[in-house]
């Protein structure tokens, strides 16, 4: 009986672990924490302006590319892989590093990886305590990391236990339905044309994080051009809402 006891209140514990992890991944992820993504386009900015995106249709294509190609294959599967190696070989996360900044060719793109990679790293500092801060900035010292976004939040999610699967499905909604927040703002388009496009996207989404477990390193591209193109070409754009 003594043995059920335990059994059943280690379940309850594992259970409520499991619930505070992933309200502590809707916390991260929620539109009013502080890294800047609502000063961000990645280059929709540049569309938007050339009238390229200018309605729910063209905002979803946009949206599709971006969580299909460029995350998916990019700070989504750095995620990933940074995850994994600080599990099963933390040596190879100097590699994901230089090979996640090597591939993010515009200035504006890389800038505004940092930039939000150095706000995370400093709000969760605030909320989570001076040990946490300490520990991820030596882990990206040590390996030689710069502080992409994806990085930061790779090695935080791991320190935190925090499920590989779900770490990289939430990292791909934040990234996308920050563009299209952002798209709502810049169009401009009604807040429930952005919660239509948000619902559409979703089962992408989930495809998108669902291939990533099946992705290693060496699948690492930059398949959306176009967007590359839009960001180089956003910092000499004459009136700018967003930093990128």
Not at 143 to 148: G, I, L, R, T, V
Request: charged share 20%; proline share 2%.
């Amino acid at each position: 009986m003594k043995t059920n006891v335990v059994l059943d209140e280690l379940f309850v514990i594992k259970v409520i672990r499991m619930h505070i992890d992933q309200l502590r991944l809707m916390q991260i992820h929620d539109s009013a924490f502080p890294i800047g993504g609502y000063t961000h386009s990645f280059g929709m900015e540049t569309y938007i302006q050339k009238d390229t995106v200018s309605d729910q249709a063209s905002l979803f294509s946009l949206c599709k590319a971006y969580a299909l190609e460029n995350v998916k294959y990019g700070d989504g599967l750095f995620v990933s892989e940074v995850m994994r190696a600080w599990k099963e070989a933390p040596w190879q996360m100097q590699e994901v590093a230089e090979i996640g900044h090597a591939i993010k060719v515009a200035k504006e793109t890389r800038e505004a990886s940092l930039m939000m990679g150095r706000q995370f790293l400093k709000t969760i500092r605030a909320i989570e305590g001076e040990a946490l801060f300490q520990q991820v900035s030596q882990w990206l010292e040590c390996y030689d990391m710069p502080s992409h976004h994806s990085f930061v939040y790779a090695l935080f999610a791991a320190h935190e236990n925090i499920g590989r699967t779900e770490a990289v499905t939430t990292f791909i909604y934040s990234s996308v339905t920050s563009l299209v927040h952002n798209a709502v703002r810049a169009v401009p388009l009604g807040q429930s044309t952005g919660m239509e496009t948000i619902r559409n996207l979703l089962p992408l989404i989930q495809t998108a994080g669902k291939d990533i477990e099946n992705l290693t390193i060496y699948d690492a591209r930059n398949g959306t051009v176009g967007l590359e193109l839009a960001s180089m070409e956003h910092e000499h754009l004459n009136v700018r809402l967003f930093i990128s």
